[in-house]
């Protein structure tokens, strides 16, 4: 009886000892969902690619006209009351070369069943009483000047 104590004692350490990935091609795997730590990302690239094709379109097709320029272009989400996310992209423009005295406009895209886009005082406020997550940390700026310049 020890024997048989013994063998179950290791092949169940060894079962828990697996990777989910293993367990779940062992079979071993009983319903769980295992998130991947990079899956946040990858659930969120589709949403960038969407947002900054989407802003790039919107910026080509409604001016400003002149050479634009990007910083500060981050992508987050708002959550509603139902806990429903609503992710956007916010950031600012610059017309021209500016200088000293630039002026750097805010910008915000909204994903919604399409999208929204708001320019000035209205998006630098849109969100300011929602707790706002950052999916994205880095700047997106390069990936946004890239679809607008190739729009040109």
Do not use: C
Not at 96 to 122: C, H, M, R
Request: glycine share 8%.
């Amino acid at each position: 009886m020890r024997p048989f104590a013994g063998i179950l004692t290791v092949v169940t350490l060894a079962a828990f000892a697996m990777t989910p990935a293993a367990r779940a091609q062992s079979g071993t795997e009983a319903r769980a969902t295992v998130v991947a730590p990079d899956s946040r990302k990858a659930s969120t690239d589709s949403v960038v690619h969407f947002l900054i094709v989407s802003a790039a379109t919107d910026f080509h097709s409604h001016g400003p006209s002149g050479p634009l320029h990007f910083r500060e272009v981050l992508v987050g989400h708002v959550k509603s009351s139902s806990g429903e996310a609503t992710y956007f992209l916010s950031g600012k423009f610059l017309r021209g070369q500016g200088g000293d005295n630039a002026v750097w406009t805010p910008f915000l895209t909204i994903k919604t069943s399409g999208y929204e886009q708001y320019v000035g005082k209205q998006a630098a406020t849109y969100f300011q009483d929602s707790p706002i997550v950052w999916d994205r940390p880095e700047d997106l700026s390069t990936l946004l000047q890239s679809q607008l310049d190739a729009f040109q």
